[in-house]
C-alpha cells in the first residue's frame, strides 16, 4: 500500500529496486526482499523464481522488507545523500555552522557569502560526534506520528465514502418505493382491463419509470459523487505527502546505522535526518489535528425509555459515522439507538449487563455480554441481533481494530481474530480484580490503552503488548471508559475523580481536564468522541442521562 503513493511521485527516488526487473526488463520496481547470497534484490514477482541455494534453502535465505536494517545501504542512497537538497544536481561540499546547512557552491554562492564559518564537509565531518540515541527516538516518533496522520486521513475517505453510501441508498429507496406503487397501479387497473386496452397503462408506465430512471442517473447521485470527490481530493493530497515524507525518514533512518563508520556520509545523514524531521514536524502541525481539545458547549439528553426497570447506567458509548449514537445501558440490559439529536429512536434487550461495546463496521457493534460477544446489526435506525463469540473467560471491554478484536479479562488484554479466534495473550497483572479493566487501541494500533481501575492508573502497550509507559494522577481516581479519536487523542474518565482527562498519546501526560464535577460529572465510566458532531459523548453510572461537550 505503502508503494501507491509513492510511485506516481516523480521526485521520490526508489532507493532499493528489484535487481531482475532492472537487467532483465530496464524497469524500476520497488524490492520487497533482499537475498544476501546472491546480494540481489528482488521484487514479490520475482522472488517467487529465487531457487538458486537449493531446494529447502532458497525460501529461508532472502530478508524480507521487515530486516530491511539488514540489507546493504543502497547506491541510489548513497549518491542522494551526496546532493544538495536544494539544487538537485549539484554535490554538497560545504557547511555552514551559522545556519546549520549542508551547502552546494550554489548554496555558498546564494545564500552564504557572508557566512563566515562555512566550512568544507570532511573537516566540519571530523571529530562531530552525533547523538545517535537521540535522534533515532525523535525519527520513531516522527514515524509513528505521520502514519497517525495517514490513517486519520484514510478514515475521513472512508468514513465520507460511508455517508455518501448512506445518502445513494436513501435515494435508492426512494425509487424503489415509486417503482412499486407504479407496479401496484398497473396491477389494480389491469385487474379490471381487457387485453386490448391494457396498451395504454404499460407505454404510460414505461414512461414513467423511465423518466425515474433517468433523473435518478443525472440528478443527485451523481451530484453527490462530485461533492464527494472534492471532499476526498484535498486528503488524498495530504494522505500522498505522509507516505512521501514517511518514505524519506525511514530510509534515511536505516540508513544512518550502515554509514556509521564513515565520517563524512554519516555528518550528512544526520544533518538531513534532522530537517527531514522538522519538514514533518511542521506538515504534521498543519494538517494533522492532533491537538488538545477545549470544550465550547455542552448539552444534556435523556435516554431514559418508560420500558426501563432501572435508573440508567451508561457503560459505552459508539457513535456512528452517520451521526447515530448507540449506548449499552448496563442494568437494564439494554442497548439502545439514539438519533443524532440522542432522542432514543429504537433499542434490543440483551442477554445479561453489557460492560462495554465497539464499532465493527459503520453499521454493525459488538457487545461485551459476561463470557459472551454479541454483534449487532444497524439498519434503517432498527436493531438486529446477528452472530455470537463464546470466550473462555469475562469480558470486561472490547475494541476493534484493524480486523482484530482486543478484550480484556479484568485480568489480561487478549486478541481475537473477527472470526473469534484468539491470537495471543498481550498483558496480564492478577494482583487484584480488575487490573485490566478497560482497553483502547490507537488508530494505527502499535499504541494499546489500558486502564486499572485497582491501581488508579492508565497503562499504554506496544503493539506486542510491552508496557511502555504508566500514568497515574489525583484527577485519575479509579479510572474506567477509555477512547482513542480517529486523530488518535486519548480520551480517559476518572470514576470516583468524576472527570474525563485528555492524555498525551504516549501516556505519560495529561493535556486537559475535559469535564469535572462542575459540568455534571458524577461517576463517568464510558467516553466516545463523535467526528460527525465533533463531540465528546460521555456516559454515566446512575444517570438517566448522557452528557454531550462540543469541541474544538
Ligand atoms: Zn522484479
Ligand atoms: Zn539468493
Ligand atoms: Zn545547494
Ligand atoms: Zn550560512
Known amino acids: 500500500m505503502a508503494t501507491s503513493g509513492i510511485s506516481k511521485n516523480s521526485d521520490v527516488v526508489m532507493y532499493y529496486c528489484c535487481t531482475i526487473c532492472k537487467t532483465e526488463r530496464s524497469v524500476e520496481i520497488h524490492a520487497d526482499f533482499y537475498c544476501e547470497k546472491c546480494l540481489k534484490y528482488f521484487c514479490r514477482t520475482c522472488i517467487n523464481s529465487h531457487r538458486q541455494h537449493g531446494r529447502w534453502f532458497y525460501k529461508k535465505s532472502p530478508y524480507g522488507k521487515d530486516k530491511i536494517r539488514k540489507w546493504p545501504l543502497s547506491k541510489k542512497m548513497e549518491t542522494s545523500l551526496l546532493i544538495c537538497i536544494i539544487h538537485?544536481?549539484?554535490?554538497?561540499?560545504?557547511?555552514?555552522?551559522?545556519?546549520?546547512?549542508?551547502?552546494?557552491?550554489?548554496?555558498?554562492?546564494?545564500?552564504?557569502?557572508?557566512?563566515?564559518?562555512?566550512?568544507?564537509?570532511?573537516?566540519?565531518?571530523?571529530?562531530?560526534?552525533?547523538?545517535?540515541?537521540?535522534?533515532?527516538?525523535?525519527?520513531?516518533?516522527?514515524?509513528?506520528?505521520?502514519?497517525?496522520?495517514?490513517?486519520?486521513?484514510?478514515?475521513?475517505?472512508?468514513?465520507?465514502?460511508?455517508?455518501?453510501?448512506?445518502?445513494?441508498?436513501?435515494?435508492?429507496?426512494?425509487?424503489?418505493?415509486?417503482?412499486?406503487?407504479?407496479?401496484?397501479?398497473?396491477?389494480?387497473?389491469?385487474?379490471?382491463?381487457?387485453?386490448?386496452h391494457m396498451q395504454y397503462p404499460i407505454s404510460e408506465m414505461r414512461e414513467g419509470i423511465k423518466n425515474l430512471l433517468a433523473d435518478f442517473e443525472k440528478s443527485t447521485i451523481k451530484e453527490k459523487k462530485e461533492e464527494l470527490n472534492l471532499k476526498q481530493a484535498p486528503l488524498k493530497v495530504v494522505r500522498n505527502s505522509c507516505i512521501r515524507l514517511h518514505y524519506e525518514l525511514f530510509h534515511l533512518h536505516v540508513a544512518i546505522p550502515k554509514v556509521l563508520g564513515k565520517?563524512?556520509?554519516?555528518?550528512?545523514?544526520?544533518?538531513?535526518?534532522?530537517?527531514?524531521?522538522?519538514?514533518?514536524?511542521?506538515?504534521?502541525?498543519?494538517?494533522?489535528?492532533?491537538?488538545?481539545?477545549?470544550?465550547?458547549?455542552?448539552?444534556?439528553?435523556?435516554?431514559?425509555?418508560?420500558?426501563?426497570?432501572y435508573i440508567c447506567s451508561i457503560t459505552a458509548v459508539c457513535a456512528l459515522p452517520n451521526g447515530q449514537v448507540l449506548v449499552a445501558d448496563r442494568f437494564n440490559k439494554k442497548v439502545k439507538l439514539l438519533s443524532q439529536q440522542y432522542r432514543v429512536v429504537s433499542h434490543l434487550d440483551v442477554r445479561d449487563e453489557p460492560p462495554d461495546m465497539c464499532l465493527i463496521t459503520p453499521t454493525e457493534v459488538a457487545v461485551a455480554v459476561h463470557d459472551e460477544v454479541q454483534f449487532i446489526t444497524v439498519s434503517q435506525s432498527q436493531l438486529a441481533k446477528s452472530r455470537k463469540l463464546k470466550l473462555q473467560h469475562e469480558c470486561t471491554s472490547i475494541v476493534q481494530n484493524q480486523g482484530n478484536l482486543y478484550i480484556c479479562s479484568g485480568?489480561?488484554?487478549?486478541?481475537?481474530?473477527?472470526?473469534?479466534?484468539?491470537?495471543?495473550?498481550?498483558?496480564?497483572?492478577?494482583?487484584?480484580?480488575?487490573?485490566?479493566?478497560?482497553?483502547?487501541?490507537?488508530?494505527?494500533?502499535?499504541?494499546?490503552?489500558?486502564?486499572?481501575?485497582?491501581?488508579?492508573?492508565?497503562?499504554?502497550?506496544?503493539?506486542?503488548?510491552?508496557?511502555?509507559?504508566?500514568?497515574?494522577?489525583?484527577?485519575?481516581?479509579?479510572?474506567?471508559?477509555?477512547?482513542?479519536?480517529?486523530?488518535?487523542?486519548?480520551?480517559?474518565?476518572?470514576?470516583?475523580?468524576?472527570?474525563?482527562?485528555?492524555?498525551?498519546?504516549?501516556g505519560e501526560s495529561k493535556l486537559a481536564t475535559l469535564a469535572t464535577q462542575k459540568d455534571g460529572m458524577r461517576y463517568p465510566v464510558s467516553v466516545c468522541f463523535s467526528s460527525s458532531s465533533s463531540s465528546i459523548i460521555v456516559g454515566l453510572m446512575g444517570s438517566d442521562h448522557i452528557r454531550v461537550f462540543r469541541v474544538e
Open 88 to 196: 538537485k544536481r549539484e554535490k554538497l561540499t560545504m557547511f555552514c555552522p551559522d545556519h546549520n546547512h549542508l551547502c552546494c557552491s550554489k548554496c555558498v554562492e546564494l545564500n552564504h557569502r557572508r557566512c563566515l564559518q562555512v566550512t568544507p564537509l570532511p573537516q566540519a565531518a571530523s571529530g562531530k560526534s552525533t547523538n545517535f540515541k537521540n535522534l533515532s527516538v525523535s525519527t520513531e516518533n516522527t514515524l509513528s506520528k505521520m502514519k497517525q496522520c495517514q490513517t486519520y486521513q484514510e478514515n475521513i475517505m472512508m468514513s465520507l465514502k460511508v455517508s455518501y453510501k448512506e445518502h445513494e441508498r436513501l435515494i435508492v429507496d426512494g425509487l424503489r418505493v415509486n417503482i412499486i406503487s407504479y407496479l401496484r397501479e398497473c396491477e389494480t387497473s389491469t385487474v379490471n382491463t381487457t387485453h386490448e
Open 263 to 309: 565520517p563524512e556520509l554519516s555528518f550528512i545523514a544526520s544533518k538531513k535526518c534532522l530537517e527531514n524531521i522538522q519538514q514533518s514536524d511542521i506538515f504534521l502541525k498543519e494538517n494533522f489535528p492532533n491537538h488538545v481539545f477545549t470544550v465550547n458547549g455542552k448539552s444534556v439528553h435523556n435516554v431514559k425509555m418508560p420500558s426501563d426497570s
Open 411 to 506: 485480568t489480561a488484554l487478549y486478541k481475537f481474530t473477527l472470526s473469534g479466534k484468539l491470537v495471543s495473550w498481550l498483558y496480564g497483572d492478577t494482583s487484584a480484580d480488575l487490573t485490566v479493566y478497560k482497553c483502547a487501541v490507537s488508530p494505527t494500533g502499535d499504541r494499546l490503552y489500558i486502564t486499572s481501575w485497582d491501581q488508579h492508573k492508565l497503562l499504554t502497550l506496544a503493539r506486542d503488548g510491552t508496557l511502555l509507559a504508566t500514568y497515574s494522577d489525583l484527577a485519575l481516581g479509579w479510572p474506567t471508559g477509555l477512547h482513542v479519536t480517529p486523530a488518535g487523542q486519548v480520551l480517559v474518565c476518572g470514576y470516583l475523580s468524576d472527570t474525563v482527562l485528555q492524555v498525551g498519546w504516549e
